[in-house]
C-alpha cells in the first residue's frame, strides 16, 4: 500500500425527506445563491422543497447551468454573486450544477487574473466560498469531493481542477430526488459512477487488499443495480443504491493508498468537447480500448477483476481478459449505452484530429503516464 | 437502507514516516499533554519519533494509562491538564490510550458535576479539547471514530460514550509502530476489528449491498492478512493492511444506512470487568454463542456471511450457519485466542453472577433490543 492522507469533511443527510436538514445547515448564511440547471427542479418538486427550506433567507437565484457546466454561464454567476455579495452557493442538480457551483465558489474571491487559469494554468487561489449540495442525480461523486469539471465552449476545452475547499460543507442526498429522471441520465450516471471505480482499481497491484475490495463492492453494486434501476426507475431501495455507490465511488475513500489511472476519463473529455457526446457515453466508448491496449501493464488487476467481478476464470489468461473486457462492454450496453464511435458520428479522421490536439499538448495520461497521444490513437481506433 | 447522516472529519496521514507531520499537526497549539501507556514507546522508538516532532511546543507527560483505561487514572490527567492549562491532547499508543484520552477531553472542560457522569448517566457536554493521535495498535478504530470505553475499577464498570467532538483532529497510522508489538495483542486487535465488523453486519437485511459487501470486504481482509500478520509480524504490507482494515471497522463508514447490534461487546465488556479478560478475547468467546442464540432473527445475514465470506453453500441452511458459527471460531483460535470461558477460569457461577447484575440493570441489548438478561445467560453457558 501507498502511503497516503485522506480526509473527507462532507457532512452527508441521505435518504428520503432529508432535504428538511436544509434549514438548520444554512442557519449560519445569510445570502444564499441557489444554483441549478435546465429547471427540472421545478417540475419534479424539489425546487419547492428547497425554497420551503428557504423562507428565513435572501435567497439569488442562478438557474441554467448546462450539461458539461460552460465556463461563460458560471463568469455570469460570479458577476452576480459578486454584485449581490452572497455567502453561500447552493447547488441543486446533477455532477454538472455542482461542478459548475465549485468552480463559481473559486472564482468568487479569485483576485489574481482571469479565473480561467484556475483550470488552464492551475493557478492557486486561497479562499472560496462555502457551499452545499442537494444531489438529485448520481453520477459524478462531485456531492463528496473538491473537484470539478468545466468547459469552455470557445476553446473546446473540457478542462478539470481540484481544491479541499471546495469539498461540499453538506450534501443532501434523497434518493427520491431521482424519481423523475429520463434513462439516459440514468443510465449514464451508472455508468459514470461504474468508469469512476474502475479509474481507481484497475491499474497494479500494491497489496491493498481493502481498497481492491471496497472497489470490487461498488463494481458488483453497480452491475446489480444499474440495470434493476432502468427497469424500476422508481423503486426507492435501487435509487438508494446506485446514489450511495456512486457517491462512494469518487470521494478519495476507494484510491486512497493506490494509484490511479483517469485515460479514460481525459479521452472521454475530449470526445464530449469535440462531439458532443454525453460524458458517460464517452466513458463507454474508451474504456473497452484502454483495458485491452493496456492489458499488459494491467494484467493482474485485469485477471483479479475478471474472476472477482465477473466471475471468469479461465487458464487462457489472454481470454480470461477477453471476456472480461466483453462483459464490460456488454454492462454498458445493457444500460443502453452504445459503445462504438461509429454510433455517434464519429469517424476516422474524426479520431486524427482529436489525436492531433493531443500531440500538440503532449498529454502522458494513465497510472504510468504512458498514455500519449500514439496511444490514444490507438486505443480510438479499436473502438470506431 | 435505513436514512443517515454521515460525516467523518479526521484526518488520516497514513504510511511509514507518517510521524513527521506532526509539527505540522500541532502549529495551531502550545502546550500539548502526551498520553500514552506502559512504556512500550520508549522501547520501540516511537516516543523518540513523537518527540522528536514536539521540540517547539511544552509538553506534559502522562504515561501509564493501563488496557482497558481507568477512570481513576484518567482522572489523574484530568487535574495536570487544568493546572496546566493544556491546549491539546496527542495520544500515543493502542485503542486504550486513545480512549482514555478521549475521555479527557470531554472531562477537562466539564463543570456539570462528577466527569463520572458523562459515562455512567451520559450526562450531556458542550466542549471537549481538541485531540490527536498516533496509532500504535491496530484493533479499535477510536483513532478515527468519536468513541470511548472507560473502566471504573471500584464499581467493577465498564462503560462506553461518544460525542462527535471526539473524533481526532489527525490520527498518524504508521504501520511500521506495530513491529514490536506482542502476538497477543496482534491477536486480540484483529480479533476486535473482526467483531466490529460483524456488530454492524450481522443483523437483518434493510437491502443495503454497499455496506455489506464493504463489511464483506473488511472480514475477508481480516481472515486472510490476520493469519499472515502472526506469522509475520514486521511484514510491512501485512501491518498495514489490518491496520488500514482495523480503522475502516469503526468509523462510521459501514454502519451508516444500516441496523446495528453491539450485544458481543456489551457482553464481552462484563466479562472484562469482572474478570480481566483481555477485550478481544472475550469477544472471541462471546460471537459464537450470539450468532448461535440469535440464528433465527439473524438468519438471512448469517446465510449471505456463510456464503460470501466462508464459501459455505449448503442446502441445509441450519447446517450452513452451523459451519459459519465453527468457521468463526476456528479464526479466531488460528489467532491463538482461546474462545471458551473455562479456559479463562470463568465458572457457571461466575455466569449467574454476571447475569445477575444485568438483571439488576435490566438490559435490552443488540439490533432488536431483545437481548436480556436470560439471553445473555443461555449465550454464556453455551460457551463454558
Known sequence: ????????????????????RLERELMPYHKIMLLYGGGSIKQNGVYHQVMQQLKAKQVIEFGGIEANPRYETL?????????????????????????GTKFVAAAIPFDAGDPWTILSEYAKF??????????????????????AVITREEYRMKLAFGNKMLLPVFSVLDPETMYSLPSRQLANGVA?????????????????PVQDRFAEALLLTLIEQGPALLRNPKDYDTCANVMWAATMALNGLIVAGVPDDWA???????????????????????LPGVMNQLREQKRGKLLQFAQRVWNIKKDDEQKGIDDAIAATEGFFNSL????RLG??????????????????????????????????????NERL
Chains 1, 2 share one sequence.
Open 1 to 20: 500500500m501507498n502511503n497516503f492522507t485522506y480526509q473527507n469533511t462532507t457532512r452527508i443527510h441521505f435518504g428520503k425527506g432529508q432535504i428538511a
Open 75 to 99: 463568469m455570469k454567476a460570479v458577476g452576480i454573486a459578486r454584485t449581490e455579495q452572497v455567502d453561500f452557493l447552493l447547488a441543486v442538480g446533477g455532477g454538472s450544477v455542482i461542478d
Open 192 to 208: 459514470d459512477a461504474f468508469v469512476h471505480v474502475m479509474e481507481q482499481y484497475l491499474t497494479y497491484h500494491v497489496n491493498s
Open 343 to 380: 454510433e455517434y458520428g464519429i469517424s476516422p479522421a474524426d479520431v486524427d484530429y482529436l489525436c492531433s490536439r493531443l500531440e500538440a499538448r503532449d498529454i502522458h495520461w494513465g497510472e504510468c503516464k504512458n498514455v500519449d497521444a500514439e496511444c490514444v490513437k490507438k486505443i480510438l
Open 126 to 147: 486561497t479562499k472560496a466560498l462555502p457551499l452545499g449540495t442537494v444531489l438529485t442525480l448520481p453520477a459524478t461523486g462531485s456531492e463528496m469531493n473538491g473537484n
Open 336 to 339: 443502453g449505452i452504445a459503445t
Open 264 to 286: 479514460t476519463h481525459m479521452i472521454g473529455h475530449e470526445l464530449t468537447a469535440l462531439h458532443g457526446v454525453d460524458h458517460g457515453q464517452s466513458l463507454c466508448i474508451v
